[in-house]
């Protein structure tokens, strides 16, 4: 049964709500993130309850049976623009309440392959080493306290809905890191070619800041120091790799070497 929906302007209220929480105070008051687009908000859906929706008549109807009796407001393009955080605006914009999922580090890396960053701060590269792990079947991704907000609206975006398979969890990581025993790997420019070394299929993978890499206290606590040669191994190139590119081949050689 075709479900009409009538146009109704969102308020001002909405609107500096909704800008608001591009500043993280704002998100941690009222325990709310922001995610847009029909691609984002689709997936958060699948696993998430929004606490609102903002979205076009087309998409409201396509979307009928995801609403759950969540509170909305059927607007126009217009509208959409004016609310929206993003340059070009699609369909959808949705409020949902931030997770507080909690695990142990050492618990977690017992039984499978983790991620761990230090220091990570762009948005970008945070969203999309969450990607990444949803990609490659990493359930938990431990965040040194320093890390950027993965609730950041730029990050959310470039999750591109991993959000829904991956929780994140901010913790002091040197603390975290030395009451494990599992192995604790790190990439560096002088640890050891990652293509010719033993790999498990559990663990701590870590990945350090965009700048200066793993920091000194969480370096000392490495195992296992990797290195991801260029090619040819003798070749002039660009000093280092963006982390979130370094996390996909690193993953990759894992998930290669033990399925």
Same mark, same amino acid.
């Given at each position: 049964?075709?479900?009409?929906?009538?146009?109704?302007?969102?308020?001002?209220?909405?609107?500096?709500?909704?800008?608001?929480?591009?500043?993280?105070?704002?998100?941690?008051?009222?325990?709310?993130?922001?995610?847009? =687009?029909?691609?984002?908000?689709?997936?958060?859906?699948?696993?998430?309850?929004?606490?609102?929706?903002?979205?076009?008549?087309?998409?409201?109807?396509?979307?009928?049976?995801?609403?759950?009796?969540?509170?909305?407001?059927? +607007?126009?393009?217009?509208?959409?623009?004016?609310?929206?955080?993003?340059?070009?605006?699609?369909?959808?914009?949705?409020?949902?309440?931030?997770?507080?999922?909690?695990?142990?580090?050492?618990?977690?890396?017992?039984?499978?392959?983790?991620?761990?960053?230090?220091?990570?701060?762009?948005?970008?590269? +945070?969203?999309?080493?969450?990607?990444?792990?949803?990609?490659?079947?990493? $359930?938990?991704?431990?965040?040194?306290?320093?890390?950027?907000?993965?609730?950041?609206?730029?990050?959310?975006?470039?999750?591109?809905?991993?959000?829904? $398979?991956? %929780?994140?969890?901010?913790?002091?990581?040197?603390?975290?890191?030395?009451?494990?025993?599992?192995?604790?790997?790190?990439?560096?420019?002088?640890?050891?070619?990652?293509? $010719?070394?033993?790999? %498990?299929?559990?663990?701590?993978?870590?990945?350090?800041?965009?700048?200066? =890499?793993?920091?000194?206290?969480? %370096?000392?606590?490495?195992?296992?120091?990797?290195?991801?040669?260029?090619?040819?191994?003798?070749?002039?190139?660009?000093?280092?790799?963006?982390?979130?590119?370094?996390?996909?081949?690193?993953?990759?050689?894992?998930?290669?070497?033990?399925?």
């Amino acid at each position: 049964m075709r479900i009409f929906y009538h146009y109704t302007m969102i308020s001002k209220a909405r609107i500096k709500q909704i800008h608001g929480l591009e500043r993280k105070k704002n998100r941690q008051a009222e325990g709310l993130f922001v995610a847009e =687009g029909p691609k984002l908000v689709g997936e958060l859906l699948t696993t998430m309850s929004a606490q609102y929706i903002a979205a076009t008549e087309e998409w409201l109807q396509a979307h009928a049976d995801q609403l759950r009796g969540t509170p909305y407001d059927c +607007i126009n393009e217009t509208e959409l623009q004016r609310a929206s955080l993003q340059q070009h605006p699609q369909d959808v914009i949705a409020l949902f309440p931030i997770p507080h999922d909690v695990a142990d580090l050492d618990v977690v890396a017992q039984n499978e392959l983790t991620l761990a960053l230090d220091g990570i701060q762009d948005p970008g590269n +945070i969203g999309t080493i969450v990607r990444l792990a949803d990609w490659f079947g990493i $359930r938990h991704l431990f965040c040194s306290t320093d890390c950027v907000d993965i609730f950041n609206p730029k990050a959310v975006q470039a999750t591109m809905g991993a959000l829904a $398979r991956v %929780s994140v969890h901010y913790i002091n990581l040197a603390n975290a890191l030395r009451k494990t025993e599992v192995p604790i790997y790190g990439t560096f420019l002088d640890g050891e070619d990652i293509y $010719r070394q033993t790999l %498990s299929s559990n663990g701590i993978i870590v990945m350090g800041n965009e700048g200066n =890499g793993i920091s000194q206290e969480i %370096s000392d606590l490495v195992t296992h120091r990797l290195y991801i040669p260029p090619y040819p191994a003798d070749s002039q190139t660009v000093e280092s790799l963006n982390v979130a590119i370094a996390t996909a081949i690193v993953c990759s050689e894992f998930r290669r070497v033990k399925g």
